[in-house]
């Protein structure tokens, strides 16, 4: 994609931090503010292109706020740091901007736009470019969301509903996937369905960061986890290691 002509032009003349040379995503000395509430304290880590990455910890640790701030929200406000997708600086940028460059956020609320069909939540998704999947190509892969392409979205059942918000951010091109919580209030069967279809997201290798309470679903998913106490990252090691490691968990996730 050629940036100049998008008016995202990066303003940063080249990267500080090695990190940023190298890695396809890079979360560098990440300070974020809610007003003055201090709550990401100073994060750091890097994503590989492909890598499927569980960012986990207790409630309230920060991993939604942090994903606030990779997304460039105007809430959290960050105050230090940088962010690289691409070799391109999404902490320079704002929300549109960083969106517009292939951050796809998928919300815990899944931000169904109510009065609208299915099909018209995808369609005004794409409303912009960079145009991902088709219409035809997201229904053939998420057939439940073509029976129901004309009921409004916001009618839809719980699972359903995070399927539009999958599908929704798969209607544009992104490049980097962040998904906060998208088990939550869902019966075990969904869940499978859910994450069946994440599986396939993996398979076309987007990059991606997945938020979950329900960390041992979401580390089977993973390759890798980050682990978050208190804003700041206490464990970054493969996601199997969490899954062998019971002390670990017992102290940082509440499983
Ligand atoms: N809009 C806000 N204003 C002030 N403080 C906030 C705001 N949103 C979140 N916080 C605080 O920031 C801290 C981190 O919250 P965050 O939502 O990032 O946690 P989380 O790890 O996603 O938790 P959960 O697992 O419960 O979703 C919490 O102490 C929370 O109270
Ligand atoms: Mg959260």
Redesign the pocket.
Known sequence: MDLTSTGTKPTAEKPVNEGAATAFFSAWDLHSY??E?Y?VQGVNFDIHEGEIVALL??????????LRTIARMD?PQLRHGEIWLDHQPLHTMQSWQAARLGVGLVPEDRSIIPGLTVEENLTLSQIAPPIGWSIERIYEHFPRLAERRMQEGVTLSGGEQQMLAVARALARDIKLLLLD?PYEGLAPVIVHEIESILEGVKKLGITTII?E?NAIAALHLSDRAII?DMGEVVFNGSAQEVLDNKELRDEYLAI
């Open positions: 809610y007003g509430s709550i910890g207790r409630n309230g640790a920060g991993k939604t706020s942090t809430d919580e938020v309470q978050l």
